[in-house]
């Protein structure tokens, strides 16, 4: 009997361990904008295990959540990655993973969110997106390429515009200049379909040379995916190109 009662009274704390657990993570959820009466939503990721942009990442769900309340879709937000465990997360249109950092999933979590793509949801990856889950390479052929360096400060660069795509497209000039963090990136994709180039010789410190795609989009295993280097600084928020820019791959995303 003793050991009986052990097994059940082991059964138990590991249960109220597990509820606590899914309490915690649900409790962490925060209901950036919500509207019953709209159809659609996204849920922004913000966990960080490495580097952490103060700056941007409020400025960031600031925006979204603006965009949501303009554009008609519910915007929700957690920074704990459990948060995909304690919901029922297939009800959302797409995820955003705002400046995540270094590997924030664990194999669980990893499952869920690949079968939400493969369901045929959308991905949106903002700056340092392309620095997460380094030893997940599902994850960078999703976004396309992984962060491997960039030149100090945020200095202004030129950027060429792809006019193939109207949609992404049709605001920005041909060529244009801003101020950010420029990445240097390792593209794990062919298939991205590059929206913005930069241009190297107006700024010090690019290493990919004349193919350097700093905003992209692509099919991948059931799912879309739209990804911009753009996000560092806080100014680019503010940023009326931008703006526009991060709708578009939010509203392709929720297709």
């Not at 997360?89 to 990893?110: H, P, S």
Request: glycine share 6%.
């Amino acid at each position: 009997m003793t050991i009986v009662k052990q097994y059940y009274s082991a059964l138990l704390i590991s249960l109220i361990i597990s509820i606590l657990s899914i309490s915690t993570a649900f409790s962490q959820i925060e209901i950036l904008y919500e509207n019953p009466n709209f159809s659609k939503s996204i849920f922004v990721l913000t966990t960080t295990k490495g580097y952490v942009h103060k700056d941007a990442i409020p400025a960031g769900k600031n925006l979204i959540k603006k965009l949501g309340k303009s554009n008609n879709f519910e915007v929700y937000h957690s920074k704990n990655p459990e948060s995909i465990e304690s919901i029922d997360f297939m009800n959302f249109d797409a995820i955003v993973f705002l400046c995540t950092t270094l590997n924030i999933f664990n194999e669980n979590q990893q499952e869920i969110f690949k079968s939400f793509i493969q369901s045929g949801k959308g991905f949106v990856g903002i700056h340092s997106a392309a620095d997460t889950e380094y030893d997940w390479s599902w994850y960078g052929n999703l976004v396309g390429a992984y962060f491997v360096s960039h030149p100090k400060g945020t200095p202004k660069a030129s950027i060429q515009t792809s006019l193939e795509d109207s949609f992404f497209t049709s605001h920005l000039n041909q060529r244009w200049e801003i101020e950010d963090e420029w990445y240097n990136y390792d593209f794990k994709n062919a298939n991205i379909i590059p929206l913005l180039y930069l241009d190297e010789t107006t700024y010090e410190g690019g290493k990919n040379g004349s193919y350097h795609p700093i905003a992209w989009y692509h099919e991948f295993d059931g799912g879309r995916s739209f990804y911009t280097g753009m996000g560092h600084a806080k100014s680019t928020y503010e940023d009326s190109r931008f703006q526009k820019l991060l709708l578009k791959g939010i509203l392709y995303a929720m297709e």
